[in-house]
């Protein structure tokens, strides 16, 4: 108990040798400072000008300071300061604590469904095929960030700050569903390679390796082919177009909105005024001919 | 002991071989990719007889004496660009239609901007399509002209005989959708997976080059590597390569598509499925393929990948014409133009099989009723040509 009292009262004594150093140290330099100014001020410069407003500026800052420092070094003030510091370590941790086991679960989950890609590499498999990884990363994102970008936006600027959002919202969207298209687009290559060293072996095996390097690559590329075909008339991949399809025209829809904001402050037309001036010639025109026919009927 | 023995020593003999011939054709590829090379497309010559807005009507300056009395209006798709049917001189399908005589138009569907946006297959096919047969018809004194499509052309020619029947006297289709009912092709299978109103809302036209990643994802293998290792190995070869550059330049030639065109084209086609059945609407009219009543000549390509014998096999049967006919041959979506072979199967069956129908005003067989009809449309057309072909010239201008 003595022991604590001794360290709280050492804590104490340092602190409030600080605070009082700090104080002179400070108006020591405010001092210097005050003459050095006084020395190149103008001498028809009025206290009221330019630098007489910074003048007075310093002055009150620097009194402000000494006030403060002075009055949280007195022992009881400095007291109550330390025992609210002493809590602080604690409530760190438990943020720390929780932070890392949400992490940590986030990693676990990561890792789990990581683990799980690759498992159906086989060839010519492709209707199984693992997306487990990218679906983890979009269920993620869709469940523990999207709603940082949804947050309802307050004031003036509100609707700008909103089409900001959802441009980010969905450019990360988009940005997993390419993620993944591309993924399945390389899958054939990595499956057309393996089918390849199998064959190898086989013929190597039968001692009917072809001598011709370009019977190699025929060999190849009729895998490749076949694969591909195979891919593209899973429903994986059929899904997975159409969703990178549809990511891709919001997040380009949601980024134009954003861009006819920012072109709107400018002085020329944006495409939504070009859009309605080309609908209404349009329209003109089709009136025109339907009258013309009429005409000639 | 027991295992067979790699030939090694031959393998790498076979490979100082082949580097020694890469060395001796990459010294050969240079004199080529350097020197002069005829790569142009399109070189057969036209005028633009009638334009409006973006789409022009080319007509072929004839190399012979016309021999079919029906002249022949070529409809393209909105994807790419009609430049394949002249790729190159000795493999062109313009080329071969007007060496057996046939007054050749074609529509060029230009390039669309943003502002092309809201035009819709009834502005195409109602709008721009009839404005050039009605200036056809009008400068030939002609009651109906012969009418050929290519591929979502071909859709077009069929919403457009089916509306107008009265203007065409023969149809010809070729690789052309009306089926989108199956699986076969990739396409069918992917459309189904697109949302065209979130593509349409959000891009107006569809890019071009957007859909020719489409078109190359169709076979990344063979379109993507094996093409371009093919170049590689008759890189010195002059005529192979200065044929490469051309269909590299028609290839990727891509006008943007439309959007709202895209949109119902999608829609109303692809998931749908509603031009098979009867039951499309284009411009607030139903397309009837029992409406179809002239002579049909129907092409496809037995290895086609973008549009499969499956939808296109099932149009012969479901027109009202009695004069149909279906040719399948053993090429796929693009060969059927430019490959040697079809070069002597593909145009020569097309003049002949219009030659033996371009008895003017021939009536068909069977169907009395449209007698009356086709003579009051005549008499219609006379009266009001001088009137029609001042507007076109105008148009024109």
């Not at chain 1, 004031?155 to 700050?161: D, E, I, W």
Request: charged share 25%; proline share 4%; aromatic share 10%.
């Amino acid at each position: 108990m003595n022991a604590k009292h001794d360290k709280n009262e050492s804590r104490q004594d340092i602190f409030s040798a600080w605070m009082k150093t700090a104080g002179d140290v400070w108006g020591n330099m405010f001092r210097v400072w005050s003459d050095a100014a006084a020395t190149i001020r103008p001498s028809d410069a009025s206290p009221s000008g330019a630098s007489g407003h910074a003048q007075t500026s310093m002055d009150a800052a620097m009194k402000t300071w000494q006030v403060l420092s002075s009055t949280m070094a007195q022992p009881e003030i400095l007291d109550s300061m330390l025992k609210g510091s002493g809590t602080m370590p604690e409530i760190l941790m438990k943020v720390a604590q929780t932070s890392l086991s949400g992490f940590l679960e986030f990693q676990h989950k990561w890792f789990e469904r990581a683990g799980r890609i690759g498992k159906s590499t086989e060839a010519y498999t492709f209707e199984d095929l693992d997306e487990n990884a990218f679906k983890a990363w979009t269920e993620i994102y869709e469940k523990e960030f999207r709603q940082f970008f949804n947050i309802p936006q307050l004031g003036l600027t509100r609707f700008y700050q909103e089409k900001a959002n959802q441009t980010l919202d969905k450019f990360n969207l988009f940005q997993a569903a390419i993620s993944e298209f591309l993924r399945l687009l390389y899958l054939p290559v990595t499956k057309s390679f393996s089918v390849m060293q199998e064959k190898l072996g086989e013929l190597s095996e039968a001692g009917e390796l072809p001598e011709d390097s370009k019977q190699y690559y025929q060999m190849w590329i009729k895998i490749l082919e076949g694969h591909y075909m195979t891919l593209f008339q899973s429903s994986e991949y059929v899904q997975t177009m159409g969703k990178t399809l549809d990511t891709m025209s919001e997040f380009a829809a949601a980024k134009n909105d954003l861009m006819e904001d920012m072109l709107n402050t400018l002085p020329i037309s944006t495409q939504k005024d070009m859009d309605d001036l080309y609908k209404e010639i349009y329209l003109l025109k089709k009136r025109i001919k339907a009258l013309e026919k009429n005409l000639d009927h | 002991m027991g295992k067979p023995k790699i030939p090694v020593d031959l393998i790498l003999s076979k490979l100082v071989e082949e580097a020694d011939k890469a060395r001796a054709r990459a010294h050969k590829a240079s004199d080529v990719l350097l020197g002069p090379l005829d790569s142009k497309i399109a070189a057969t010559p036209y005028e633009v007889v009638c334009q409006e807005d973006r789409v022009k009507l080319k007509h072929y300056i004839p190399v012979t004496d016309i021999k079919l009395k029906t002249p022949l209006l070529v409809v393209y798709a909105l994807i790419n660009r009609e430049t394949m049917l002249d790729l190159q001189p000795g493999r062109s399908v313009v080329e071969t239609l007007l060496a057996h005589g046939i007054d050749l138009y074609m529509i060029d569907w230009g390039y669309p901007s943003r502002k092309d946006k809201f035009l819709t297959i009834d502005d195409h096919v109602n709008g721009y399509m009839d404005t050039m047969v009605d200036f056809i018809r009008q400068k030939h004194n002609l009651e109906k002209i012969n009418l050929m499509g290519i591929c979502m052309g071909g859709t077009f020619c069929v919403i457009y005989s089916s509306l107008n029947p009265a203007k065409i006297k023969n149809l010809i289709t070729t690789v052309t959708p009306t089926n989108f009912d199956t699986d076969k092709g990739l396409l069918h299978l992917w459309m189904k997976a697109v949302d065209p109103d979130r593509l349409t809302d959000t891009y107006g036209n569809i890019s071009g080059d957007a859909m020719n990643f489409g078109f190359l994802l169709l076979n990344p293998a063979r379109l993507m590597i094996d093409k371009y290792v093919g170049f590689f190995e008759k890189i010195d070869n002059k005529q192979f390569v200065e044929n490469f550059v051309r269909m590299e330049k028609w290839i990727f030639d891509s006008p943007d598509l439309p959007g709202e065109t895209f949109r119902q084209f999608i829609k109303d086609f692809y998931q749908k499925n509603l031009l098979i059945q009867s039951k499309l609407e284009v411009g607030g009219k139903r397309v009837d393929l029992k409406n179809i009543t002239m002579p049909l000549l129907n092409f496809y390509g037995k290895y086609d990948h973008l549009v499969p014998p499956e939808a296109c096999e099932l149009l012969t049967g479901r027109v009202g014409s009695k004069d149909s006919t279906d040719v399948c041959l053993e090429t796929g979506h693009i060969g059927i133009y430019v490959s040697s072979k079809c070069q002597r199967e593909f145009a020569p069956r097309i003049a002949a099989w219009l030659a033996e129908r371009d008895e003017p005003d021939r009536k068909p067989r069977k169907k009395k009723s449209a007698t009356t009809k086709k003579a009051a449309t005549i008499a219609a057309v006379k009266s009001k040509s001088s009137r029609r072909s001042q507007k076109h010239a105008q148009r024109s201008g």
